[in-house]
C-alpha cells in the first residue's frame, strides 16, 4: 500500500491537472485563443499552399487516370456518333441528287410513245472523251439493243454501239464518225451534220443552201426522215454560228449541243430501231 502522503500528492496533482483543463475549456469557449489560432494559421498558410500546388500535379494525374478509362470510352462513343451522323447526311444528300436527276430524266416531250429505260453511267467517258464513248448499267437483260438512241432531258446523246447483257457502250454524239440527218426547227431546212471532237460545236456541213435564212439561235433537231438512224425531232442543239462557203453554194452551221456531255451521270435509252 502507497504512503499517505504519495496519495495525497497524487490527489493534487490530478487536481491541479482538473482545474487546468477545465480553465483552458473556459478560455477557448469564451475565444480568448482565437488570435494565437489565427495566427498559427497565417504563419502556416504558405506552407499548406506550397504543399497544396505540389501535390496538385499528383492529385490531377491520379484523378485522370482513374477516371481516363471512362473519358475515352466516352469520346469514342461520341466520334462514333459523329461519323455515323455525317456518313448518313451523305448518304441522304446523295440519295435526294440522284432522286432528283433521274426524275428529271422522266416524262421528255420529245420521245413521244416510244418507250424508254433510264439507265446510270457506270464508267467514261475514258481517256478525257477522246474515244467519244461511254458505258451505261443496262443492257439487253433491259431490253436494249444497238443503235437505240441515248437522250437526256435536254437532248441527243449518242447511241448505242455495243451491248452485252447487263452493260452497254454509248458512242457519243461528238465523235465526228457519228453522222446524221437534222433539221432547222425554225425554217424547216434538211441537212446532214456529224461530231467534231470532244468540247465542239456539232457541225452541220451538207444540205443548208446558201439562200437559206438560218440564224444564230435557230433549234436543230434530228430530222427523222425515212430509214434515218434517229427518231425525229430529238433536240440536238442551237445554232451558234452560221458560216457561208460561196464556193460551194452552201452554209456551214456550228451547233452548240443541248446535252451537257461533261455532267452525264443519267441518261435515258429509246427503245427504238432504224427501219431496215
Known sequence: MKPAGTRRRSRRVLLVISLLAITLVTLDSAGAFEPVRSGASDVLAPVTDGVHWLTTPFRNAWAGMSGYGNLETENRRLRKQLDELKAKGITDSNDREQLKRLTAQLNIGFVGDIPTEVARVASGPRNNFEDHRLEIDKGSAAGLAVGMPVVTKAGLVGRLERVSRDRSVVQLATDPAFVIGVRVAQTQDLGIGHGAG?????????GIELTDAIKPGNAVVTSGLARAIMPPDIPVGLVSEVVPDPA???????????????QLDVVQVLKWTPPT
Open 198 to 206: 470532244t468540247d465542239k460545236p456539232f457541225v452541220v456541213d451538207r
Open 248 to 262: 460551194d453554194s452552201s452554209l456551214l452551221l456550228r451547233v452548240d449541243f443541248a446535252a451537257q456531255f461533261s
